[in-house]
DNA sequence: CAGCATGTTTGAAG
DNA sequence: GCTTCAAACATGCT
């Protein structure tokens, strides 16, 4: 479930488990993950241990003890890590695998196919060749209120777009806007400094509070939208009841704004 | 079986 | 160059 909480959380997680481990083995199952040819991949990364960690939105990078060697993960749609002790059986979608000396693996669990893993040699050239904009948590109001102002398009879809603001992805950018009281169709430049300003507070409630509860949305504030959602991990006595505005009651509506699937409040965000 | 899905990339059209 | 829209990627779940 990787949007920015998420890809923070795996971060955090292997920093605590995988570091300064020799890398003995490599397995891939399926080289269409691999954004490094798998014979060059295996060659550098052999013998190599992780020494620590950088996430940037959605991508996690992790240092070797070589500094030219970096491994880019991106978690796609479904990805997620596992650590286990070799003894026992590779997690399900564990379909890259590190074998580590100290018989412990690191499984990138990738159901969907839609993670990639590969080599970079500089963490920055890569975020620079990809228009990767500044991390959600460290991007100041001054620059998102310039990335906004700089597009005219609707503003969830430019929210979306990891130039305007790396991190947010679908589920995230609407509940950015539902708390910020912006609908997901206005005009980016219609946006007022308060909306903008109001816009920027969100992103840094919604994400500090998603990685504060570990990335589980079921356990947001009873005050945020995603409730509204449906989560198939989430089971509520009464469906129905989530389905209402938790601030005003109104009924959420859903709409497709750029592609994706919409939730907002009709009354709580209108259009200014 | 049909429809939908937390992401990214690519290409076409205006 | 920019925005918008659709499709593709591959698979799981309801």
């Keep these: 479930m990787p949007e920015l909480p998420e890809v923070e959380i795996y971060r955090q997680y292997l920093e605590a488990s995988s570091l300064h481990q020799p890398i003995e083995h490599l397995d891939v199952e399926d080289p269409k993950l691999l954004t490094t040819d798998f014979p060059i991949l295996y060659e550098k990364l052999a013998g190599r241990s992780f020494t620590g960690t950088r996430r940037v939105g959605k991508n996690l990078f992790v240092f070797t003890d070589k500094p030219d060697v970096i491994l880019h993960m991106h978690f796609g749609m479904t990805g997620d890590l596992a650590y286990y002790h070799a003894s026992l059986d590779r997690p399900r979608y564990a379909r890259i695998v590190f074998y580590f000396s100290s018989s412990y693996n690191l499984g990138f669990i990738c159901p969907r196919k839609f993670e990639r893993i590969g080599l970079v040699d500089d963490v920055d050239t ?49 509940e950015v806007l539902f708390q910020a009281r912006v609908h997901p169709e206005q005009r980016t430049r219609t946006l007022t400094d308060g909306q903008l300003a109001a816009l920027y507070e969100a992103v840094r409630l919604v994400l500090l509070t998603a990685i504060r509860h570990e990335a589980s949305y079921r356990r947001f504030p009873a005050d945020f939208l995603i409730h509204a959602r449906r989560w198939d991990d989430s089971p509520y006595e009464d469906p129905e009841a989530h389905n209402y505005c938790p601030r005003c009651g109104t009924p959420i509506r859903k709409l497709e704004v750029g592609g994706r699937t919409t939730y907002f409040c009709p009354s709580c965000q209108r259009i200014e």
């Design 126 to 174: 890569y975020l620079k060749r990809k228009k990767i904009g500044r991390d959600g948590l460290d991007v100041s109001l001054s620059e998102l209120t310039a990335q906004i102002q700089s597009r005219d398009a609707l503003i969830k879809p430019v929210l979306m777009d990891q130039r305007t603001v790396a991190g947010l992805g679908n589920w995230i950018v609407d």
